[in-house]
């Protein structure tokens, strides 16, 4: 099959210019070794194919997804000689970057994806809505699910590229340990008891290793994902409950502290309507 035979489409959204997606069927093409300037998310939806990245090379099956970051040499291939089906999403990376600037409350200049294959429905399920979105140009949706899908896969999965190198492994799944249960997260104690450390000795750890503490960085995803409710017009005593506040005046000093806003003052803002939404 030549490549101009291959079913396939890319479609770039008027109002969303920092994201374009391709869609695949069916295709035996192969790839030579290359990069991309975004943030890749790709997700096969039929076949096999081999991600080559690193020296590695990894065997990806139907419903998986693989997240690749800005400029990371990489190829994707048939196996066997089969055909494979797959969405690929691009994000700009400016756009990636200043998201994970807010939450680890510092300049990210170059972020390094801590993960590449992904199982976790939590992650799959957001990407499948947000392209489906993207299929049927529902602009002002398909941004606000960019943020849900942000909160799911850049929170845990990606990080500063700074942080490589120290204690990676404990610190990744510190991280993600944080982040199953934004509304109850693990204390401390228990996540040092587990990693078998002291609880200075895990803040000291993570700190080193993110540039934040183990509690700022918590507050920081329940704060990003507060705003995407407040943008949907849930009520704030709800908000609070929901990401795990105390009361309403505790998730309304958190918020100013992080955002400089009150929660009303947010969720007042920028609430234009969208009829393609």
Same mark, same amino acid.
């Given at each position: 099959?030549?490549?101009?035979?291959?079913?396939?489409?890319?479609?770039?959204?008027?109002?969303?210019?920092?994201?374009?997606?391709?869609?695949?069927?069916?295709?035996?093409?192969?790839?030579?070794?290359?990069?991309?300037?975004?943030?890749?998310?790709?997700?096969?939806?039929?076949?096999?194919?081999?991600?080559?990245?690193?020296?590695?090379?990894?065997?990806?099956?139907?419903?998986?997804?693989?997240?690749?970051?800005p400029?990371?040499?990489?190829?994707?291939?048939?196996?066997?000689?089969?055909?494979?089906?797959?969405?690929?999403?691009?994000?700009?990376? +400016?756009?990636?970057?200043?998201?994970?600037?807010?939450?680890?409350?510092?300049?990210?200049?170059?972020?390094?994806?801590?993960?590449a294959?992904?199982?976790?429905?939590?992650?799959i399920?957001?990407?499948?809505?947000?392209?489906?979105?993207?299929?049927?140009?529902?602009?002002?949706?398909?941004?606000?699910?960019?943020?849900?899908?942000?909160?799911?896969?850049?929170?845990?999965?990606?990080?500063?590229?700074d942080?490589?190198?120290?204690?990676?492994?404990?610190?990744? /799944?510190?991280k +993600?340990?944080?982040?199953?249960?934004?509304?109850?997260?693990?204390?401390?104690?228990?996540?040092?008891?587990?990693?078998?450390c002291?609880?200075?000795?895990?803040?000291?750890?993570?700190?080193?290793?993110?540039?934040?503490?183990?509690?700022?960085?918590?507050?920081?995803?329940?704060? !990003?994902?507060?705003?995407?409710?407040? /943008?949907?017009? /849930?009520?704030?005593?709800?908000?609070a409950? !929901?990401?795990?506040?105390?009361?309403?005046?505790?998730f309304?000093?958190?918020?100013?502290?992080?955002?400089?806003?009150?929660?009303?003052?947010?969720?007042?803002?920028?609430?234009?309507?969208?009829?393609?939404?």
């Open positions: 099959m030549r490549v101009k035979e291959i079913d396939q489409q890319f479609l770039r959204v008027v109002g969303l210019p920092h994201m374009e997606l391709r869609s695949t069927r069916c295709s035996y093409q192969g790839y030579k070794a290359h990069s991309h300037s975004e943030f890749s998310i790709g997700y096969l939806h039929s076949g096999m194919t081999c991600l080559t990245s690193n020296g590695r090379e990894h065997q990806i099956q139907q419903g998986d997804l693989v997240i690749i970051e400029g990371k040499v990489h190829a994707c291939n048939p196996i066997g000689g089969g055909s494979r089906g797959y969405h690929m999403l691009y994000i700009d990376a +400016q756009w990636c970057l200043e998201w994970l600037s807010a939450l680890y409350a510092k300049p990210v200049s170059e972020f390094c994806c801590e993960q294959v992904i199982h976790d429905p939590k992650v399920e957001p990407f499948l809505t947000l392209v489906n979105l993207l299929q049927r140009g529902h602009v002002r949706a398909a941004s606000e699910q960019l943020d849900y899908l942000a909160v799911a896969l850049l929170a845990p999965y990606c990080a500063p590229v942080t490589a190198g120290i204690s990676y492994e404990r610190s990744v /799944r510190l +993600q340990q944080l982040l199953i249960d934004l509304s109850n997260p693990p204390a401390l104690d228990q996540l040092a008891e587990a990693e078998g002291s609880r200075e000795a895990l803040i000291r750890l993570f700190k080193r290793h993110y540039g934040i503490t183990p509690i700022a960085f918590a507050n920081n995803a329940r704060i !990003e994902h507060a705003k995407l409710m407040l /943008r949907q017009g /849930r009520a704030i005593v709800d908000v409950q !929901e990401v795990g506040f105390a009361d309403q005046s505790q309304h000093r958190t918020f100013v502290n992080y955002t400089a806003s009150t929660p009303r003052q947010y969720q007042q803002t920028g609430s234009i309507s969208d009829n393609n939404g």
